[in-house]
């Protein structure tokens, strides 16, 4: 795991990147405790095989019963964040955003809008790809084939400190979405950069990891910030 500190005004937010996928129940407690706390983070990070159910969740939406996916080693977690069923694998970049809105007089849609911004910038940097948002279905999706999802969102606002946040398809096979309807769509419908024929090494997702730290950070601080190692 690689972490750096940024700190102005005496409020900082630390970034980690942990290396080894890490189980899903793990960061939920690692969130209550950072809002608890009120302790800013971002966590740069991938799960083992797991499938979540939002606050809004449709059974209908859940193709494999609980047997089925504990056989295929995929853990089920029903969860605080909006939305209906997503899924994560390893191969994934998830960014978990851990901030305090209230502190930082930052409107919930503002910090929505920024995070997909600069997610678009650094996938259009790293892999030339153009991303696309839809209003009627949080995520981001190919600008020539807008049917087709790359990254999904999900993100817990209470007491005006955010929690979990977003997922982007690299290298993961989809064996966890084809056991759903993630956010009642077909799960043929997902793509991932190495669906696509670009590469989807680890460079490549540490590239995307330091670009979207360090815009993230230096727009919160109005400063270029420096970025993991």
């Keep these: 795991m690689t972490s750096s500190s940024f700190s102005i005004n ?4 630390q970034a980690f990147s942990l290396k080894n996928p890490l189980p899903y129940e793990d960061y939920v407690r690692f969130q209550e405790k950072s809002r608890a706390k009120r302790r800013e983070s971002i966590l740069f990070l991938e799960h083992p095989l797991t499938i979540t159910g939002g606050i809004n969740y449709n059974i209908d ?16 977690q029903y969860i605080k964040r909006g939305g209906d069923y997503t899924a994560h694998e390893p191969g994934q970049i998830v960014t978990y955003i851990h ?3 209230k502190k930082r007089e930052i409107s919930i849609s503002d910090f929505l809008d920024l995070v997909l911004e600069i997610a678009i910038h650094a996938t259009k940097e790293v892999w030339g790809l153009t991303l696309v948002k839809n209003p009627n ?3 981001l999706y190919l600008s020539d084939s807008p049917n087709r999802k790359i990254l ?5 606002f209470k007491s005006w400190f955010t929690s979990y946040g977003i997922a982007l398809n690299v290298s993961n096979d ?16 997902m793509v991932s950069v190495a669906g ?4 989807s090494g680890e460079e490549k997702k540490r590239e995307w990891s330091r670009l979207f730290q360090s815009e993230f950070l230096g727009h919160l601080y109005g400063f270029n910030s420096k970025i993991l190692t």
């Design 99 to 101: 901030l305090d809105l």
């Design 174 to 189: 989809f064996s966890a979405f084809q056991c759903i309807h993630p956010c009642g769509q077909d799960w043929r419908s």
């Design 10 to 13: 005496n409020t900082s937010v």
């Design 196 to 199: 696509l024929g670009l590469d």
């Design 152 to 156: 999904s969102m999900g993100v817990l």
């Design 137 to 139: 279905a949080p995520g």
């Design 61 to 76: 939406n859940l193709l494999r019963n609980e047997d089925f996916l504990s056989e295929n080693g995929i853990s089920l």
